[in-house]
């Protein structure tokens, strides 16, 4: 695993505010969404005023979609699978497991979003953050690919308002609402 990297450490200060660890599971299991995927995505907006193209859309989705779908995905289930059953799970001969699936869990996020990271080369000063986080966030894709409204939700407003906490809750919605009318679909 590489040492800590600014999207990482994006990552962990956004998700540790409150209301977003909430916010990111609704929008992950209402929409099927890869919330590393919105996480640099937001990141290329919120730290860098960089407006993702359609070509760096694609190439995040596909350098990072199917290791998500298998390996992210995958563990979760499992991870999830064990607080419930089958027997002998949940119990206390299955919890040291479900520890190990969880760590194994983080460590393929993490491993996810080394790849994404990866993939930051925007050179120059951006545009206005706040506009560029808000059409990154519009314009963004399913596990499988497809467009989602996401822009529109309430939960990404509380993701997008902890990303620039120095922007008020009304700037944070006018951006969102422009972002939503210039998505497509």
């Not at 599971?25 to 995927?37: F, G, K, M, P, T």
């Not at 990141?43 to 005023?49: F, K, P, R, V």
Request: hydrophobic share 45%; charged share 20%; aromatic share 6%.
């Amino acid at each position: 695993m590489s040492e800590a990297h600014a999207l990482w450490t994006f990552s962990i200060g956004v998700y540790g505010k409150p209301g977003v660890a909430p916010a990111c599971l609704v929008l992950q299991e209402r929409h099927r969404l890869d919330i590393n995927l919105l996480l640099f995505s937001a990141w290329a907006g919120a730290a860098h005023g960089h407006v993702l193209s359609a070509t760096e859309r694609a190439r995040a989705f596909a350098t990072v979609g199917a290791w998500h779908r298998e390996m992210v995905v995958g563990l979760r289930a499992l991870r999830t699978r064990l607080k419930d059953g089958p027997s002998p799970a949940p119990g206390p001969r299955t919890e040291p497991l479900r520890s190990l699936v969880k760590k194994a869990e983080l460590d393929a996020e993490r491993i996810e979003q080394d790849l994404l990271f990866g993939l930051a080369d925007w050179s120059g000063a951006g545009g206005d953050r706040l506009q560029a986080a808000a059409a990154n966030l519009a314009h963004f894709v399913d596990l499988d690919g497809a467009p989602v409204p996401i822009a529109g939700d309430g939960e990404t407003a509380t993701i997008l308002a902890a990303c620039l906490p120095e922007r008020s809750a009304s700037d944070v919605a006018a951006a969102l609402a422009a972002a939503t009318r210039s998505a497509p679909g």
